[in-house]
């Protein structure tokens, strides 16, 4: 094998063998980001402006776009370092990974557009004098929409490092440095770049519902796309709401063909099995990177000069150290110091609590009975357009997944369907709606679905597709009739992923009725009775206590779902149900 | 098996230039061994002292996985440690190398408690815990970066160690793309390329098929015995007694609930072993005793010195005839030719819907023919081999024959005694006792019967059932073998 050890300096320029629109291109890239963050900065350090003022012009789609995608990006950003850490901080200090977890688990279910107001009137007081206040309002909470199972992922992966590969790193004497670069973040990257794609799409969904909103007597809009589609919405311009539709779907299938398929073709090393698989995913933007020498050498050549010396460091740091047992007892005395701060923190937490406690007594018994009410209807709307969702996509998706030519052409469609935030298209049901003088109650229901039936189409469909071919023969060989193919083999065959997908899909149900059972569509409001819709008004008129009741409500529920329907279903499935040994 | 026969001769010469008393006179005592057993002058480099190891129960209070034990591993020994699934072999390699902290009990290195010491040794695991996002090398670089060597002298390192382990041309391979047995390649250069004063394994060959774990043993032995790697000692946890037998120079055999020793022992015979003599299977018997009877206080190891020196390499001995069917043999060759020449074992296993202690007597019986080849798990058909499947059937016998004389020994001394006789009979009880000498009762037998259906298929001689005889076919074939296939 043919090695070349060129040196760094003078041998990009001598081989230079790139097109030169790989250049150019790079060369653009460069520029647009620095007009960008130029352009950011002068917006963000500016005096406050709540409400800025939204163009109907398709011109300006473009800039809006941008805005949004940035909030995006840095939300996104945020998200993957604070899980990242959380994640790390959880797995590695027994004392705390129990109440660490359970804290993901519940923050996980709550409806994130219901801290909106609290979010951004912390943010703006936090940062007076600049706009930059009400911006990180907002991407704070599409971070808190992206974090959660971003962490939780990272998590998982760090507990499920096989133990030899821990130990190899040990006996081997890896700093925390490599340990963290040769075999956490590597065994970390598939659950990260799949729970990337999830984030991100509920990013949008929060994104588009929150750039513009009303609390008491405040109103404010920021320069984005779904500021653009809610006002081009409510002063029905059908053609602005076309156009920001496909703006975002273009961002959405963008994303997806730039940022994840050559993520997830990349990623494919990172795999943990023994033996090759034959199926991958192909990126041309990935072939292309790869056939880029420019591309490939300098950036390892540059990282390379950066992390050998910090290796370096890291490997004196402790070369004189013993080998520390993996099995090391953490159970001794915690000391006096963690006991103040333990004794502390409860202090504060339960001084919150009765202080959030003593809000809720403004609350009449009349709100109270409405709000129940309210439970119960969201309730049933989101367990309506779930199985209304289970209904179509199990026959569809079985359908699809037995024809694996089929499945290959649908399969990535229904990904990127999943991925395009619903609220973007609830201007256009709405208007709908209005039109056939249909009511929220129904049409909350066809908002939901709309977000969430892709998620249990495509895992239907990785479900049937993952039915071994000889089952399948066999059942036509001992000529099952078709009740029978369906109750031996296809829904058991399907049931891990169905129900991996209804989860899902139940979560964003849950989140979607915040926003689908109240709205407001020029200067009418649309609603229907349900908690998401007393949310909403309670954010409209600043109740503050109504909010916090409804909120603890709506968290109950979703806890108490997971904890007790699908939580079981799921180990049920993955031990009756699980098809390969 | 030709790298085992070489580095035995290695072995053997460095195992007396180690001071090992080569007289077979010491006697191995249970439980104990006086510390005089072990070479004097040589201070353990790790022992420990009475360590005992717990596990917190959720349901009990705690459950002990090892009862107080002594152990030392002092240089120039491998140690073997057997015991049956369960007894804390696995968790007393650990404690041993420092990766677990006994819940009692005190473990040195070189007199220094081990957990206040810079250690250096290395494991190689049954799983190979290899990363698969590096490379071959990266794999092998990684120890090395650990301890902060710049890139060349890594790379100069790394390739050093895969060149000995015989994986010159993989450094840019993933793990996933090589075989099993490669991949422990790799774990062996990565845990030697540190020169570790102890190498631990934990099964390392479990996880291969019986063909490729041979080889690297015998890999292992010699690596071991011409001190390439400046490795003090190995500790080897096993559950294969013939294994243990075949490499260490003490055997320490672990009783499980909870784990304790029940037999420590040297083990004296000289390398090379030969898996067929006397003390070999006394030995192996011993510890199978041992081993099946946990209730039993075992007995002393049997007294070692009573076998025959290993054979002279060069002096003739029968090879063990593998009990396949000629025709078992052809359907393999033609399944191969199908797969393009070569395919892996446990594949064809599979794809036969055979169990692989099915396969492997036809393997070895086409390998011994020279019909094929065995690599790595793969087996690769030789020219020969495709000449012989692809010829039709009388052909096909003519080429069987020619293979038979050539390679078999026992086909070949048949024919001639029988050329040699006027009456051109001999009756099966003169083979019988020149196979006694080296089988069992009963696998001479077997040995026999193979050979029947051998020498049949070829029309080399027949056996006359009723008389036990061999006899002449009618018309004799010549006796010379026909000229090879191009
Ligand atoms: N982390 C642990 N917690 C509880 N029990 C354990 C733990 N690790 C090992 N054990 C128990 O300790 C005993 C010894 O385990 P160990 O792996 O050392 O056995 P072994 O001899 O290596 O077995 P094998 O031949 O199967 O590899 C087993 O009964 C096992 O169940
Ligand atoms: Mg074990």
Known sequence: MKRNFRPLASSLVMTSTWPVFIDAGVAACGLAIFFTIVHMGAYWMQAPIPVVPISHSIRALPAYAAYSVVRIAIAYLLSLVFAISYGYLAAYNPRVEAWMIAALDILQSIPVLSFLPPVVLAMVALIPGHQLGIELGVILLIFTGQVWNLAFSFYTSLKTIPREMLEAASIFRYSAWQRFWQLEMPYATIGLVWNSIVSVAGGWFALIACEMFTMGDRSFQLPGLGSYLQTAASSGDVRALFFGIATVILIVVATDQLLWRPLIAWSDKFKFEQVESDERIVSPILELLRRSPILQSAPRRIWTSIEEPIFRRFAAAHRNEPTHPLDENISREPSLRLWILAVAVAAAVGWGAWQGLLLLRGISWADLRLLLAGAAATFLRVNASLLISALWTIPVGVAIGFNPRLARFVQPVAQILASVPATAFFPILLIGLVKLGGGLGIGSVALMLLGTQWYILFNVIAGAMSIPSDLREAASLYKFTRWQRWTTLILPGIFPYLITGMVTASGGAWNASVFAEYSHLGNRTLSTIGLGAQIDAATDRGQFPLLLLATILISLMVVSMNRLVWRRLYRLAETRFKLDA | ?486
């Open chain 2, 1 to 486: 098996m030709l790298p085992l026969a070489q580095s035995k001769l290695h072995f053997f010469s460095l195992l007396s230039s180690w001071g090992y008393p080569m007289s077979n006179s010491v006697i191995s005592t249970v439980r104990t061994i006086p510390e005089s057993a072990a070479p004097e002058t040589l201070q353990p480099i790790i022992r420990a002292e009475r360590i005992e190891k717990y596990y917190a129960q959720p349901s009990q209070n705690r459950i002990q996985v090892i009862s107080p034990t002594d152990l030392s591993i002092v240089p120039g020994e491998i140690l073997a440690l057997l015991g049956p699934s369960g007894s804390g072999k696995s968790t007393m390699l650990r404690m041993l190398s420092g990766l677990s902290r006994p819940s009692a009990g005190q473990v040195y290195w070189h007199g220094r408690p081990i957990a206040e010491s810079a250690i250096n040794v290395s494991i190689v695991f049954q799983s190979f815990a290899l990363f698969p996002w590096l490379t071959v090398q990266e794999n092998v670089e990684a120890p090395l970066r650990a301890r902060g060597l710049d890139a060349d002298e890594r790379r100069e390192r790394s390739l050093r160690m895969l060149d000995t382990v015989g994986l010159d041309g993989f450094e840019a391979a993933y793990p996933k793309e090589l075989s099993g047995g490669m991949r422990q390649r790799v774990g062996f250069a990565r845990a030697l390329v540190v020169e570790p004063e102890v190498l631990f394994m934990d099964e390392p060959f479990s996880a291969l098929d019986v063909l490729t774990a041979e080889n690297l043993r015998s890999e292992l032995l010699e690596l071991w015995s011409r001190k390439t790697m400046p490795t003090k000692a190995v500790f080897l946890v096993t559950h294969n007694i013939e294994e243990a037998v075949l490499l260490a120079d003490r055997i320490i055999v672990l009783g499980r609930n909870p784990g304790h020793i029940r037999t420590d022992f040297r083990v004296q015979l000289a390398h090379p072993r030969d898996r067929k003599s006397e003390p070999f299977t006394q030995l192996v018997d011993y510890i199978y005793k041992v081993l099946t009877r946990p209730e039993v206080a075992p007995l002393a190891a049997p007294d070692q010195s009573t076998g025959k020196p290993p054979r002279d390499q060069r002096q003739m001995h029968y090879q063990m005839l593998p009990h396949a069917r000629p025709g078992g043999v052809a359907g393999l060759l033609e399944l191969l030719i199908d797969k393009g020449g070569k395919d892996d074992i446990y594949r064809l296993a599979d794809d036969l819907a055979f169990e692989i202690d099915d396969l492997l007597p036809i393997v070895d019986a086409a390998q011994l023919l020279g019909f094929l080849i065995v690599e790595e798990g793969d087996a690769a058909i030789t020219p020969s081999g495709t000449a012989f499947a692809n010829s039709e059937i009388l052909r096909q016998k003519e080429l069987f024959r020619a293979a038979a004389l050539e390679h078999v020994l026992l086909l070949r001394q048949i024919r001639r005694a029988l050329e040699t006789k006027n009456d051109h009979t001999v009756p099966e009880e003169f083979f019988l006792d020149m196979l006694d000498e080296q089988f069992s009762e009963d696998e001479s037998l077997r040995q026999v019967e193979t050979a029947v259906n051998w020498g049949r298929y070829a029309e080399l001689f027949d056996f006359d059932a009723a008389r036990r005889r061999f006899i002449l076919p009618e018309e004799p074939e010549p006796a010379v073998p026909i000229e090879d296939a191009e």
